[in-house]
């Protein structure tokens, strides 16, 4: 048992140190586009990014910003998702073997090692070299670390299943909640796999399935959820703001005192009900660095979350707004499900198309180019494998893949352009996809054994000839297919595109920025880099709050507003009608002006008085 536990260890190993060299060979050098130049400043600053924060992924980001393993400070940060993405990848290994071991049982000979292992091995780097998880590995995001806690946690239930007998095995339920508190700091998608650990731990409970049992596992598994969200989540900041950040501190001194008192009086459930609370409330206590470090006003400190009514504002996301789940903002099949879901899919598992729309977004829904839909057909196979040998872990992943999947689409309601490709929000589907993909693998292994052993002629070299096709056939064939396009390796553009933005500017100057590819990496090259500080930045989407308005007036280098606080939070949006406006042209510029068409045309005769007139559009559609 010793060495057949050393020898999975060792392959669990291995399997780690291939995706970790992967993703460092192929990790951006620098800061890259969208979010990450924000990621990387506040980590270099600890400062506050955009709602509703990533405080643990700062924190982490702060210390390796500090570590002399690259002289880029970004290529640092972003070295935080390659290592999060090959633990992922390992644990990805560890899953898919112990979900195998379900019904098959420990190996104890060559060839059940050679089918557990290979299938393993197979699904882990599957998710490895998958499209959206490998573009989530090599930059500075929070999606590597996601994930990383989604197949933790679903690693420590399994582990906890085999264990369940054992009194002691408690401590990895309280691990998992303690995880879940911690990953409330990185993103909120974690949360998306409680319900498949709620399933396992009812289904070892329970070896028969009845109604009543079902609807009591399902109204405590509610509850369990909703005391995390919104009870943890939202409730914090309820408690903030209409009492005090004391009344924080009573609720854990409360949850610790009644948890020691359920554990003296040993009543295990309700014991272990208020340990796993009080955990993912330490967990959640990442927040904090949010609070402490806006009252300090770092450099980058969005909405200004250092008061208790903008800091709940802050953690429930208010700048964003609120949206229905029932009102559809776009066509839901056809755009919602086919090609804000569907697409993404057939990247990961079946090929990727060519054909571009106006947008230069790949048009087809599904294509088979490059893959040859080769893993979409394990992976099918995988699942059709498990449900008939071990149904109720089989229903237990369906539910993270549909969690973290098609639940995300409905929940987001996302409209009709998106300004960019939401891949990789749905990592936790293509990973519950993945272990699919690697049991796929371990029962053609199977078949073929089986086959083998009934003809008599069961052959380990046929075993061994068969993991090698099928792991150049599926994992192979994506590491060739996707290399080239996420090699992040010399990729400077968005390090450069700022840079020229921002030295073409004169001493002092004002440049406005709009999104977040043109405010981002300025923000980067200017806090991290220490590169043209003398210019200010300032982000039209960002000035419709009155928190930065002020922070453009009060923090170097300063925009001349005159306004004072009252004046800038009277400051609401106007409609009007399409209308011209006339603006007087500064004398200086138009005489440079001038200056200039003499030398083509001396005999020129400007206006007397020049004015520059233009026509505004209403800002909301529909008012022209």
Not at 157 to 167: C, M, N, S, V, Y
Not at 253 to 270: G, N, Q, S, T
Request: overall charge positive.
């Amino acid at each position: 048992m010793k060495t057949l536990k050393q020898a999975n260890s060792i392959v669990a190993i291995i399997v780690f140190f291939i995706a970790f060299a992967t993703y460092l060979s192929t990790v951006a050098p620098t800061t890259s586009f969208w979010d990450c130049g924000e990621f990387i400043a506040c980590s270099y600053t600890l400062g506050i990014p955009h709602p509703p924060g990533a405080p643990l992924f700062v924190l982490l980001g702060r210390i390796f910003s500090v570590l002399p393993i690259a002289s880029d400070i970004g290529l640092r940060v972003n070295i935080i998702s390659t290592i999060f993405s090959a633990f992922s990848s390992m644990f990805t290994y560890l899953i898919i073997v112990r979900l195998l071991q379900m019904w098959q049982g420990k190996p104890t000979t060559v060839e059940q090692k050679l089918i557990q292992y290979t299938g393993g091995v197979i699904g882990a780097l599957a998710f490895t070299f998958s499209d959206s998880q490998w573009f989530n590995s090599v930059e500075a995001e929070v999606y590597a670390g996601s994930i990383f806690f989604t197949a933790i946690v679903v690693w420590l239930i399994l582990r906890w299943a085999d264990e369940h007998e054992d009194p002691a095995s408690d401590k990895w339920l309280v691990l998992i909640f303690y995880l879940v508190g911690l990953a409330l700091g990185v993103h909120l998608l974690n949360l998306l796999a409680l319900p498949t650990v709620f399933l396992i731990m009812y289904f070892q409970k329970r070896k028969t399935v009845d109604m009543e049992s079902l609807f009591i596992f399902a109204v405590g598994a509610t509850l369990a959820f909703i005391a995390i969200y919104p009870g943890v989540v939202k409730g914090i900041p309820a408690l903030i703001l209409h009492f005090s950040f004391i009344s924080v501190g009573i609720l854990f001194l409360a949850v610790a005192y009644f948890a020691r008192h359920a554990i003296m009086a040993r009543k295990r459930e309700l014991a272990l009900g208020l340990v796993s609370l009080f955990l993912v409330l330490i967990g959640y206590s990442t927040y904090n660095m949010i609070y402490i470090r806006s009252s300090l006003n770092p450099t980058i400190d969005e909405n200004d979350p250092d008061t208790p009514a903008r800091f709940v504002a802050y953690l429930n996301r208010e700048q964003y707004g609120d949206w229905s789940i029932t009102k559809r903002r776009a066509p839901f099949w056809e755009y919602q499900i086919k090609k804000m879901y569907i697409r993404y899919f057939g990247w990961q598992f079946i090929g990727k198309g060519t054909t571009l729309d106006s947008e230069g977004r790949i048009m087809e829904t599904i294509a088979f180019r490059g893959l040859w839909g080769l893993p979409f057909l394990l992976g099918l196979f995988g699942m059709v494998h498990q449900f008939s040998k071990d149904w109720r872990r089989a229903f237990s992943i369906l539910v993270l893949f549909i969690m973290t999947g098609v639940a995300i689409v409905i929940y987001l309601n996302q409209e009709d352009p998106q300004p960019r490709e939401r891949d990789y929000a749905y990592t936790g589907s293509f990973f519950a996809f993945a272990l699919w993909i690697g049991i796929g693998a371990s029962a053609v292994m199977e078949f073929m054994r089986d086959k083998l052993q009934k003809n008599g002629k069961l052959n380990r070299h046929i075993l061994v000839a068969t993991a090698i096709l099928l792991f150049f056939a599926v994992p192979a064939r994506m590491f060739a297919f996707n290399y080239d396009n996420h090699s992040r390796k010399g990729n400077y553009v968005a390090w450069d595109y700022s840079y020229n933005i921002l030295q073409t500017c004169e001493p002092n100057a004002i440049i406005f920025t709009n999104g977040d590819n043109d405010t981002f990496p300025l923000w980067y090259l200017q806090n991290v880099v220490g590169i043209r500080r003398d210019v200010r930045v300032v982000n039209l989407s960002l000035l419709n709050t009155n928190w930065y308005i002020k922070q453009l007036r009060d923090f170097e280098p300063r925009v001349p507003i005159r306004l004072t606080d009252e004046e800038i939070d009277r400051l609401a949006p106007m409609q009007w009608k399409k209308q011209k406006i006339s603006i007087n042209v500064p004398p200086q510029t138009f005489q440079a002006w001038v200056d200039s068409i003499k030398k083509l045309q001396p005999n020129y005769k400007p206006q007397d008085k020049p004015r520059l007139t233009f026509e505004v559009s209403p800002t909301l559609y529909g008012q022209g």
